[in-house]
């Protein structure tokens, strides 16, 4: 069984196998300085997009079947012709590198380990390049496209160049929206450290040592790596909004381009309504990833399994796939039941790297997996894809 194989056995874990991912919380809050660590776990305005995405799995259930004989079981899974050992892999997150040493690289290389896909951001603060050699030959990277032509060429080339054969535009991030818990905190863009910042880093100074120091932040390789041709301006300069692009002005038509140009497989993230992923299909995108962004842009977007549950009542040639509050192995079959093919986790996958780097991401992963092994087992089906057969309850 997947689970089995990959839980490290020797070592001694760094999170607890026996409880669920909700934990990391906990553990996270304990390492990083108050200002990432709300980052992270926060969301835009009151974070109600956020709780409806929880909320929405919560409110689902299942009518068990009893009975069966599910000693045979398997969540693999086909996705774009390549088998994965389980139905989720790791979304995109910027900033990683601050929240865990070489935090991109450790995500990539527990991904790969693991067999599963890792999205590389486009805000990271890593060279996509590097991100490439050292973990593990991850293959899908997350664009933000900037608003300009020739920009989203050269990008393209770059990205292409790099190896990577899947390509995410997110489309849910016209403007920057108010992260109003991180504020409260003193994350803010620009970042300013002052003495509040200061102290916060002070007090946890294993992240100080093992992340600021040791891995090179505080020097001056902190940037945006991947939104341009070639690396960007300071991440923290006034230059940032410049250099982001005018995102508030693409269209579908910047997709058209982008359609035209790539020749690798093109996922649109951050689709929401019906009528957007009927668009996408026949612009002749291959996926989409229904999303809000984690609750992290428009506040009062539905829950990402809703609109999924919506989109997936459509006649959609695309592979539906969805991202969003997804803790729980029960919650990767529920969004399953609800049409996706496949789903991603945010959040639980950067803190386990905060708290244990690499070793953390692959025990976070092994734990999602046994979930998935166990409410398969107890729902009594012994594919994935079976969870066709289970009614659900909303
Ligand atoms: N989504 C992107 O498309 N690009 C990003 O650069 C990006 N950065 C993120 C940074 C952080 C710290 C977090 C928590 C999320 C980020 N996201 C980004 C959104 C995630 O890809 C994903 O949609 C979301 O986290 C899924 O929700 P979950 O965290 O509840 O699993």
């Not at 899908?140 to 190896?163: M, T």
């Not at 399994?305 to 592979?319: K, Y």
């Not at 790297?353 to 998935?372: D, K, P, Q």
Request: net charge positive; with cysteine; glycine share 10%.
């Amino acid at each position: 069984m997947y689970a089995r194989e990959v839980a490290p056995a020797a070592r001694r874990l760094a999170l607890d196998p026996e409880l669920g991912l909700g934990e990391l919380e906990h553990a996270a809050k304990r390492v990083l300085p108050a200002a990432l660590y709300h980052y992270v776990c926060g969301a835009s305005e009151d974070g109600a997009a956020h709780d409806r995405n929880m909320r929405a799995y919560a409110g689902r259930s299942f009518f068990p079947r009893v009975m069966t004989d599910v000693t045979a079981r398997t969540a693999t899974t086909t996705l774009f012709g390549v088998q994965h050992p389980v139905p989720f892999g790791i979304a995109p997150m910027g900033f990683s590198r601050l929240m865990a040493p070489d935090g991109d690289v450790a995500l990539a290389s527990a991904a790969a380990r693991a067999g599963i896909p890792f999205i590389l951001s486009g805000a990271s603060l890593t060279p996509m390049e590097d991100v490439k050699r050292r973990g593990g030959g991850t293959s899908w990277f997350q664009a933000y496209i900037p608003g300009e032509a020739h920009r989203i060429e050269a990008l393209l080339d770059r990205v292409e160049a790099a190896g990577f054969d899947t390509l995410v535009v997110t489309a849910d991030t016209a403007v920057h929206p108010k992260h109003e818990r991180a504020a409260r905190y003193g994350f803010r863009s620009p970042v300013r450290v002052g003495p509040a910042l200061a102290w916060q880093a002070i007090s946890r100074p294993a992240w100080l040592w093992r992340v600021l120091l040791k891995d090179g932040l505080a020097g001056t390789r902190l940037h945006f790596e991947n939104m341009d041709a070639k690396q960007g301006p300071p991440v923290f300069s006034r230059t940032l909004v410049r250099d982001i692009g005018r995102r508030d002005a693409l269209s579908w038509s910047h997709l058209e381009a982008v359609r035209k140009r790539w020749k690798g497989r093109l996922v649109v993230k951050g689709v929401m309504a019906a009528e957007d992923a009927v668009t996408a299909d026949a612009m002749g995108v291959d996926g989409i990833i229904v999303s809000n962004h984690g609750g992290r842009q428009l506040d009062c977007a539905a829950g990402a399994l809703d609109a999924l549950e919506r989109i997936a009542q459509r006649d959609l040639s695309l592979t539906l796939m969805v991202d969003g509050g997804i803790r729980r192995g029960a919650d990767v079959l529920k969004a399953l039941k609800a049409g996706a093919q496949f789903v991603f986790v945010g959040r639980p996958m950067l803190l386990a790297a905060a708290v244990a780097g690499e070793a953390g991401v692959s025990e976070a992963i092994a734990i999602l997996a046994r979930e998935v092994d166990i409410t398969m087992a107890l729902l009594g089906i012994t594919q994935a894809r079976d969870i066709e057969r289970i009614e659900m309850h909303a």
